[in-house]
């Protein structure tokens, strides 16, 4: 008999503010990013537009959640503080555990980090942030300079530290598979509890957005021209990056039971599809992306009543995310639902943003309640044929789809149920 797998906490940090504030301050009108700098060596000073979550916002989390689960900061290594993508992962996980109530360890707790660049970020920014320290005349000693950073690349080092710290006593794995890192994380950590190796599980993702990001971004001509990410809008010229984490936590039913803690939702499924023509396109031919999400609706047997796109604001992939969905749900001969649209609140949050999304769908899930899609003067392109949402709606809503087409041709689908 397999087992069902239930959502028993999640825990959220974006530009937005954490958890419940970041739902409501979905529905303020002013959602725009912010100018982040960044020094280079030779003194020259990047900008570049970001969802950001601020210095002094890290710091107050830092401090609080420290305190509360008896944290020194003395004992965590200094690079780990450094490196904001680690510091927002260990952030959120705190935050989920606590929303969960999980406080004892009678339990075998897993973990899954989806993250698409642990480690790298950190070695940039001692490359050209800092004096140069290689010498071309000796390779070995130029490796000297650099080699604890590039130690760090390996995914293991940052799955060990916060294992360490949270005290995780189960199986741990990262994963990587770009803007569908989370989606992949889950269905990793239900399998794990359908195993028996966990009774349960903390999948965690999170993204602070590095200059790297945006120059990578800005080459593929992926980078919206006017500072503003809409999807799906006929004025959209692409994506802006945002910082965020969320955490999910998956746990089995004999577990949620022993506790006496109610969940959010129950886990249902997720399918996956793998995509071969370019690295950085679909294949428009492969239909890869709307087998998929049939996969997953017809695991799950009904439709669904909300939908959350992956939604980048980069009219060429937007075209070809709205043209999959709608044929995927007429070959099933379903309605399509609603759609909700978060990018253009939160930014692009690359490997955070499915994890990230799917709970802000918990949330419309347990209120009811549809955001409007951004910018509020939404204007659908012409070739997009979608039931758009443009005002706050309020709908009795039972399940959510989060779809993700991601760069490596990593297509993914998520459906979770309220309970």
Not at 215 to 226: H, P, Q, R
Not at 240 to 267: C, F
Not at 312 to 327: C, H, L, N, Q, V
Request: charged letters at 20%.
């Amino acid at each position: 008999m397999m087992k069902d797998i239930y959502l028993s906490g999640t825990g959220l940090i974006t530009s937005l503010g954490q958890d419940n504030l970041a739902w409501k301050n979905l529905f303020k009108d002013e959602h725009k990013p912010d100018n982040r700098s960044y020094l280079l060596n030779n003194n020259i000073e990047l900008e570049y537009p970001v969802f950001s979550i601020k210095e002094e916002e890290l710091t107050y989390h830092k401090e609080k959640w420290f305190k509360e689960f008896g944290i020194q900061e003395h004992h965590i290594e200094k690079f780990l503080l450094e490196d904001k993508d680690f510091l927002l992962l260990l952030l959120v996980s705190l935050i989920g555990l606590r929303n969960a109530n999980i406080t004892s360890s009678d339990k075998t707790v897993g973990l899954v980090i989806a993250h698409e660049n642990l480690g790298v970020n950190h070695l940039i920014n001692g490359l050209i942030q800092k004096p140069n320290l290689l010498d071309p005349s000796s390779p070995l000693d130029s490796f000297q300079q650099y080699k604890n950073d590039f130690f760090r690349l390996q995914n293991f080092n940052f799955l060990y530290h916060l294992a360490k710290i949270l005290k995780i006593n189960g199986p741990t794995y990262t994963i990587n598979n770009a803007c569908a890192s989370g989606l992949y994380a889950l269905e990793l950590g239900s399998n794990l509890i359908k195993t028996d190796q966990a009774d349960i599980v903390l999948v965690v993702s999170s993204d602070y957005a590095h200059v790297t990001e945006y120059l990578w971004l800005n080459e593929k001509g992926f980078n919206a021209t006017n500072d503003i990410i809409a999807p799906f809008d006929q004025h959209a010229t692409g994506s802006v990056l945002g910082d965020g984490a969320g955490a999910i936590i998956l746990e089995s039913e004999d577990s949620l039971l022993q506790r006496n803690h109610s969940p959010l939702g129950r886990y249902i499924t997720t399918a996956f599809q793998q995509d071969h023509w370019r690295i950085s396109l679909p294949d428009v031919t492969a239909k890869s992306y709307s087998k998929a999400i049939k996969n997953a609706l017809s695991r799950y047997g009904n439709n669904v009543d909300l939908i959350i796109p992956h939604g980048t604001g980069i009219p060429m992939w937007d075209k070809y995310e709205a043209r999959e969905i709608t044929s995927s749900f007429k070959d099933l001969n379903l309605q399509i639902p609603d759609l909700a649209a978060f990018k253009g609140f939160t930014g692009h949050t690359l490997g955070a943003n499915s994890l990230i999304e799917l709970i802000l769908g918990m949330f419309s899930l347990i209120e009811d309640v549809i955001p409007p899609l951004f910018p509020q003067n939404f204007h659908p392109h012409q070739d997009i044929l979608l039931p758009f949402t443009k005002k706050k709606t309020t709908k009795k809503m039972n399940s959510v789809l989060k779809t993700v087409a991601a760069y490596g041709g990593f297509n993914a689908a998520t459906i979770i149920e309220k309970i």
